[in-house]
């Protein structure tokens, strides 16, 4: 279940109360790229929009790296949206590999558990993995090329695994393909 386009707004209104920065912005244009993605691959375009507006809900809770993930899943569970819940975990996984995040692994002991179990039992399917894409390609200030992106993480942690990258050129490629041309097109 997923929240209507007004409700995820309202959350992210919200959210960005208790916690401002340029991570609302960054999640409206991750959920406009979604949006516009889906609708050229034949996917829902609504769900697709709310998913990646909701995608980061969980910086609501404080300036953390990989507990936004965490707390986000589960506020989002407590809400009763599991697909939305879904890809807060899933958006920082290209692969279920937590080797392959990028920032501090400042949670507990059994939330790195409870996360590592979660990405385990699920099967990653177009949502999560446009997600996914649409993250790589928006920042606060719009949509970007993917490289550009990427590289702006890197310098801002330090690194990107070889893997992460890949998989977002893969996954890039994958929804050419299903949209029939350039994502740039589309998203811009």
């Not at 995820?8 to 991750?30: K, M």
């Not at 790195?112 to 928006?138: G, N, P, W």
Request: hydrophobic letters at 35%; glycine letters at 8%; a negative charge.
């Amino acid at each position: 279940m997923i929240p209507t386009r007004e409700e995820a707004h309202r959350l992210l209104t919200e959210a960005e109360g208790c916690n401002p920065g340029p991570w609302g912005d960054h999640s409206r244009n991750v959920a406009l790229c979604a949006q516009r993605i889906a609708d050229a691959a034949g996917m829902d375009g609504e769900k697709a929009y709310v998913l990646g507006l909701l995608h980061d809900i969980g910086r609501k809770f404080g300036i953390y790296h990989m507990p936004h993930v965490y707390r986000g899943y589960h506020y989002m569970m407590e809400l009763g949206y599991g697909e939305v819940a879904r890809v807060c975990l899933t958006h920082s996984f290209s692969t279920p590999d937590l080797r392959t995040y990028i920032g501090k692994f400042d949670v507990t002991k059994e939330q790195l558990q409870e996360i590592t179990a979660l990405l385990a039992s699920m099967v990653y399917d177009d949502y999560d993995r446009l997600i996914q894409l649409c993250d790589a390609l928006a920042m606060a200030e719009g949509v970007v090329d993917i490289e550009t992106r990427m590289l702006d993480v890197k310098r801002r942690y330090g690194e990107y695994p070889q893997e992460k990258w890949d998989n977002n050129m893969a996954l890039k490629a994958y929804f050419e393909e299903k949209c029939g041309k350039s994502i740039y097109e589309v998203v811009k």
